[in-house]
């Protein structure tokens, strides 16, 4: 298992605390204590994550993808954007990013998406339930889980507001860390989609790498 990028395209700047495989079509979950970082990486590429976050002390805080958008007033967050949460307060920020492609504003999809308006009948994973079952744990249920920041997703807003469905830029290896601001429970789902372009219609296995920054060596970390 152990291959030239397990921790993506670069080295991490720090000590790895552990590496959670997440499969294809699937979803994961792990605490990040405050001060260490998380790596999302796309293990084969072209591959979107839609990640949401929980405060560890409080659940009932959790990952805004509206305050998100108003706090760095843009739709195409950068190094340096927050991950803000419905009170409005800093959960997270991008602090390394290889892609610099994500989504904030077409959620996540579900059940209800792939029967309702993709017109597939049958059974099909979706990143809601994904981060439902990742979630459970921590007596997460679906309900709770919030609409994601989608990390790599390329659906650009048109002139005429219409979002255009592409596949995600990312290759293998390429990856986004997000520094923890407050000790949070942290949850990807590797979409499943395979109808719609957004994962080059073949869903791929996603990695979650933790680290412990050197002091002064993640990207934007303050010691
Ligand atoms: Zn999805």
Redesign the pocket.
């Given at each position: 298992m152990e291959t030239a990028l397990q921790l993506g395209r670069d080295p991490v700047p720090g000590r790895v605390v552990r590496v959670v495989e997440i499969p294809a079509r699937h979803g994961a979950a792990l605490e990040v204590a405050k001060g260490q970082v998380l790596r999302v990486i796309d293990v084969e590429g072209q591959q979107v994550g839609?990640f949401v976050c929980f405060n560890r002390t409080d659940l009932r805080e959790r990952y805004s993808p509206q305050n998100t958008v108003l706090f760095n007033r843009t739709i195409y967050p950068r190094i340096g954007a927050t991950l803000v949460s419905d009170r409005g307060r800093p959960m997270m920020r991008l602090v390394a990013d290889t892609v610099g492609v994500h989504d904030l504003i077409c959620g996540?999809?579900s059940e209800e998406y792939y029967k309702n308006r993709l017109d597939h009948a049958a059974p099909h994973r979706?990143?809601r339930s994904n981060l439902a079952e990742a979630l459970a744990p921590w007596g997460l249920a679906l309900a709770d889980v919030p609409f994601s920041f989608n990390v790599f997703m390329q659906w650009p807003v048109q002139p005429d507001g219409s979002v255009r469905p592409m596949a995600a830029p990312s290759q293998a290896g390429d990856y986004v860390d997000f520094l923890a601001e407050m000790d949070v429970v942290a949850a990807n789902?590797a979409?499943?989609?395979d109808i719609t372009p957004t994962n080059a219609h073949r869903p791929t296995p996603m990695r979650f790498v933790l680290y412990d920054p050197d002091p002064g060596g993640a990207p934007g970390s303050r010691p």
């Open positions: 839609d996540s999809c979706s990143c789902s979409c499943p989609s």
